[in-house]
């Protein structure tokens, strides 16, 4: 079963304007970290914005904010006045407690490919 | 205070060779992860390393990969006897600790022609 599901392959948006990306998580664990990443076409991963499970304010970071909606084991990325930069693959990923205790291995949806249009 | 280092940025072997991947991680960073990332999915973990140890190699393929984290030196991927499907971005990440945060290199591109 898919633990990260993102549903929408490629999203287009007009300058300035916000853009959702969506992202669903399938865990049993209480405890767990959700992550989004920019891969633009140079290649490299960058961390953007970070959501514990037990926090209870959706994470922001500048124009990134994290829609996290527990219940429905949503976390979804809000990017605010697109620019073209933005334009890249935008990866959802989850960290879970695995068993032992420890939860370094984060596990990553298939991506949405944003195109940020002048 | 440079980020996590990984060489070369692209490597091409031609299918039957062998692949030599290096990660060097962050300074104070003693935890090493893998990650394999193929053509339009994202990244899949292959294998966690603390210092001369492997603690998990659950998403290794069983033949032709390897990886070490020796005492000194960079983490090593090694790949042996490459085949076309292989062919992949490979990333490396590190982390002070199994519950810290992971920062990830800039990736190796490897392409068996």
């Known amino acids: 079963a898919q633990k990260i599901t993102q549903t929408q392959p490629g999203m287009f948006v007009q300058e300035k304007e916000a853009v959702t990306l969506d992202c669903t998580y399938d865990t049993s664990d209480q405890s767990y970290g959700l992550f989004w990443y920019k891969q633009p076409s140079s290649g490299e991963m960058i961390f953007l914005i970070y959501q514990g499970s037990y926090d209870e304010q959706n994470a922001t970071e500048g124009r990134y904010s994290l829609n996290f909606q527990k219940a429905r084991k949503s976390a979804n990325l809000v990017i605010s006045a697109s620019q073209l930069g933005d334009s890249a693959m935008y990866f959802c990923?989850?960290?879970?407690?695995?068993?032992?205790?420890?939860?370094?291995?984060?596990?990553f949806g298939k991506g949405t490919l944003l195109t940020v249009n002048p | 205070n440079a980020g996590v280092m990984q060489n070369p940025r692209h490597l091409v072997r031609r299918r039957g060779q062998e692949a030599r991947l290096r990660c060097s991680p962050m300074?104070?960073?003693?935890?090493v992860y893998w990650y394999r990332q193929l053509p339009e999915e994202g990244l899949k973990f292959m294998v966690y390393?603390?210092?001369?140890?492997?603690?998990?190699e659950s998403g290794m393929p069983k033949e032709r990969f390897s990886a070490e984290f020796p005492k000194e030196g960079p983490s090593i991927l090694r790949i042996q006897q490459v085949v076309r499907g292989d062919s992949a971005a490979y990333f490396c990440?590190?982390?002070?600790?199994?519950?810290?945060?992971?920062?990830f290199g800039q990736g190796t591109r490897l392409t068996v022609v």
């Open positions: 990440a590190s982390s002070r600790g199994a519950w810290a945060e992971a920062f």
């Open positions: 390393l603390q210092k001369e140890n492997i603690i998990d």
């Open positions: 300074k104070g960073h003693s935890h």
């Open positions: 990923a989850m960290r879970e407690v695995l068993s032992g205790g420890s939860n370094y291995k984060l596990t």
